[in-house]
């Protein structure tokens, strides 16, 4: 009866599994979303045909670089009676992420150097339909983006509810856009926190070269060597001038990075290569339109291709690695 009420009592969008939900979240308003128990038991995501060695992306289904252990359930065959006991009794890793696209802005704030507005904090529960601000804690696991990323990880037996709150301050001007999505699967979008992996190799006072590390130590008669240098790059690079601080409130967020960053990677020429940094294979990065004399963040991430983690090795949100910095020459 009390389920029943919660059930009835709650208003919100649905989630399915990889599908994410764009969203605007207005200054001091809850967003609140529900991922159905349905989605939770259903089969997972298969792999794609991913990359030819795992590169420098995280294993699929691992929590925060470490590994996750198998969910701790039977592979789901026919809904016998029997399965559908032991289906009660279990639990499923439910992988809940959000990026923040869009934030409030400072309409003073024309050369962007103040800081970014406040985060989003992200909720969940399975005894609440309705977390958020103000909820017994004890009911509820909460987290506050960092940079625009936020995920929570739970085992999950039932339906899943979650909420998104948008700070209200008087500073700044407009709303949130916020991407949210929930996975049986792994991270639909992602954050490498444990390094950069990109290196600075050299600039002049308008462009910039960059490379990843290596991504295999296999030799050139390996296949796995031949099939890095002749895939097509995986990877991109976002760039930005530190002066300009509008970009740290996204520099984790793959579609906030889109949006605000000020040079993409429709704007840089990339390549296999085998040279700089040993002779392996990795990806360079090339690009123009910088400023002299300038300190900018360069950000590696990879495009995530469909919603239905097509590659095997990344959510359809993308991931973005941590911010490396690199800067220009004063002369010609």
Same mark, same amino acid.
């Given at each position: 009866?009390?389920?029943?009420?919660?059930?009835?009592?709650?208003?919100?969008?649905?989630?399915?599994?990889?599908? $994410?939900?764009?969203?605007?979240?207005?200054?001091?308003?809850?967003?609140?979303?529900? +991922?159905?128990?349905?989605?939770?038991?259903?089969?997972?995501?298969?792999?794609?045909?991913?990359?030819?060695?795992?590169?420098?992306?995280?294993?699929?289904?691992?929590?925060?670089?470490?590994?996750?252990?198998?969910?701790?359930?039977?592979?789901?065959?026919?809904?016998?009676?029997?399965?559908?006991?032991?289906?009660?009794?279990?639990?499923?890793?439910?992988?809940?992420?959000?990026?923040?696209?869009?934030?409030?802005? *400072? @309409?003073?704030?024309?050369?962007?150097?103040?800081?970014?507005?406040?985060?989003?904090?992200?909720?969940?529960?399975?005894?609440?339909?309705? @977390?958020? $601000?103000? /909820? @017994?804690?004890? *009911?509820?696991?909460?987290?506050?983006?960092?940079?625009? +990323?936020?995920?929570?990880?739970?085992?999950?037996?039932?339906?899943?509810?979650?909420?998104?709150?948008?700070?209200?301050?008087?500073?700044?001007?407009?709303?949130?856009?916020?991407?949210?999505?929930?996975?049986?699967?792994?991270?639909?979008?992602?954050?490498?926190?444990?390094?950069?992996?990109? +290196?600075?190799?050299?600039?002049?006072?308008?462009?910039?070269?960059?490379?990843?590390?290596?991504?295999?130590?296999?030799? $050139?008669?390996?296949?796995?060597?031949?099939?890095?240098?002749?895939?097509?790059?995986?990877?991109?690079?976002?760039?930005?001038? /530190?002066?300009?601080?509008?970009? =740290?409130?996204?520099?984790?967020?793959?579609?906030?990075?889109?949006?605000?960053?000020?040079?993409?990677?429709?704007?840089?020429?990339?390549?296999?290569?085998?040279?700089?940094?040993?002779?392996?294979?990795?990806?360079? +990065?090339?690009?123009?339109?910088?400023?002299?004399?300038?300190?900018?963040?360069?950000?590696?991430?990879?495009?995530?291709?469909?919603?239905?983690?097509?590659?095997?090795?990344?959510?359809?949100?993308?991931?973005?690695?941590?911010?490396?910095?690199? =800067?220009?020459?004063?002369?010609?």
């Amino acid at each position: 009866e009390i389920l029943r009420k919660r059930q009835q009592a709650w208003v919100g969008l649905g989630l399915a599994n990889n599908v $994410p939900r764009l969203d605007n979240a207005p200054q001091g308003t809850v967003r609140y979303y529900r +991922f159905a128990n349905e989605s939770i038991w259903k089969e997972k995501t298969p792999a794609g045909r991913g990359l030819p060695s795992p590169g420098l992306v995280r294993a699929r289904g691992a929590e925060d670089d470490v590994w996750v252990p198998p969910d701790n359930i039977p592979e789901r065959g026919e809904d016998t009676e029997s399965g559908l006991t032991r289906r009660a009794n279990a639990t499923r890793m439910v992988y809940i992420t959000l990026n923040t696209c869009l934030q409030p802005n *400072d @309409p003073t704030d024309i050369l962007g150097s103040k800081p970014p507005p406040p985060q989003l904090t992200l909720y969940v529960s399975q005894n609440n339909t309705t @977390p958020g $601000p103000g /909820q @017994p804690a004890k *009911d509820q696991k909460a987290v506050q983006a960092q940079h625009g +990323f936020a995920n929570i990880t739970i085992e999950a037996s039932r339906d899943v509810y979650i909420a998104v709150a948008a700070p209200n301050t008087t500073d700044f001007r407009g709303i949130y856009n916020v991407e949210v999505a929930a996975s049986i699967d792994g991270r639909y979008h992602d954050f490498v926190s444990t390094s950069a992996d990109l +290196f600075f190799i050299d600039s002049d006072s308008r462009s910039a070269l960059l490379a990843t590390r290596n991504l295999t130590l296999d030799g $050139p008669e390996s296949p796995i060597y031949k099939k890095w240098m002749e895939i097509s790059p995986p990877y991109i690079v976002f760039a930005h001038n /530190q002066n300009d601080s509008r970009i =740290s409130g996204v520099s984790h967020s793959y579609c906030g990075l889109e949006k605000y960053a000020s040079i993409t990677g429709a704007q840089i020429d990339t390549a296999m290569t085998n040279v700089t940094l040993g002779s392996f294979p990795k990806q360079q +990065f090339y690009f123009e339109g910088l400023n002299a004399s300038s300190q900018y963040y360069g950000i590696l991430a990879m495009t995530g291709n469909s919603t239905a983690r097509g590659d095997g090795v990344v959510g359809g949100g993308g991931a973005v690695w941590q911010t490396m910095n690199f =800067s220009t020459q004063s002369g010609e």
